[in-house]
């Protein structure tokens, strides 16, 4: 197995979790197209969660978006009772239409993300989850709304820490005046590097950066674009701040993926 447990290969989250900094992203750890109902192959979900946590992999990141739900189940099935570090995030559901598609619904009320933490607290199989994110800004809710939500489920100890997805800098500075922020999730990979002004901010700040197409994938259709090993050991250069979650359905590139840490530091 390998070790990935150790500085620099490490970073604290929230300032107090220490997690390896190659994680997984469990999107495709459902139907597809589109990441629209369970994944086929349940079992094999589990024993690819597991074969991960096995060989040193702790964080792991999901949403209720992804399935909806599904992801998230499958996460606490296979991982729910074990010391992994379990991620995932609300704001945003997904609901089929008549003619076969899939409506992408953003909704940031206070309100449903009090229901979709309530939701993902019995999906994990988590008393507290350990990190929950708003997955988009809201046009119709300001921030701050958003994020007083997260501070409160925080407070009531149903979530550990708070974190954000697809924003920009002042969406992070405004969300920082009601709550400490422990992660961003924005996409970054080694051919689309507009965020990396944000990783160093971030970086400064104590919060993690989570890039997510981190091989550049479309986010909707499953398939690589950029060399795995190659683009993952760009992201851990990258900064000590990020923490990459490059998802599969496979264990033989799950193995490859960890890898990445043999041409890291080069």
């Not at 998230?72 to 570090?85: I, M, N």
Request: proline share 6%; hydrophobic share 40%; glycine share 10%.
């Amino acid at each position: 197995m390998l070790d990935l447990s150790h500085s620099p290969n490490s970073y604290r989250l929230g300032g107090e979790i220490d997690v390896p900094r190659l994680g997984f992203g469990a999107m495709r750890l459902t139907g597809q197209p589109g990441n629209f109902g369970p994944y086929r192959d349940w079992e094999g979900g589990i024993d690819l969660l597991r074969a991960a946590h096995d060989r040193g992999v702790r964080f792991f990141d999901s949403a209720f978006a992804y399935g909806p739900e599904h992801a998230d189940r499958l996460l606490g099935e296979a991982l729910g009772d074990t010391d992994a570090v379990l991620a995932t995030k609300g704001g945003v559901d997904k609901i089929a239409t008549a003619d076969g598609g899939v409506d992408i619904i953003v909704d940031g009320s206070p309100e449903r993300l009090l229901q979709q933490i309530d939701r993902a607290r019995i999906n994990l199989r988590r008393d507290c989850i350990d990190l929950f994110q708003l997955h988009r800004v809201d046009p119709k809710v300001a921030i701050e709304r958003s994020v007083e939500a997260l501070a409160t489920a925080q407070s009531k100890g149903w979530i550990r820490h708070v974190g954000l997805s697809n924003v920009d800098r002042e969406a992070l500075e405004r969300a920082l005046t009601v709550a400490p922020v422990a992660s961003v999730q924005n996409r970054l990979n080694a051919g689309e590097t507009e965020e990396l002004a944000l990783v160093e901010y971030s970086g400064r700040n104590g919060i993690a950066f989570i890039p997510y197409g981190p091989l550049g994938a479309h986010p909707m259709r499953p398939g690589a674009r950029l060399a795995p090993r190659e683009a993952l050991a760009w992201l851990l250069d990258l900064a000590p701040n990020i923490i990459a979650i490059p998802g599969t359905t496979k264990i033989a590139h799950l193995e490859e993926n960890l890898t990445a840490w043999s041409l890291a530091g080069r």
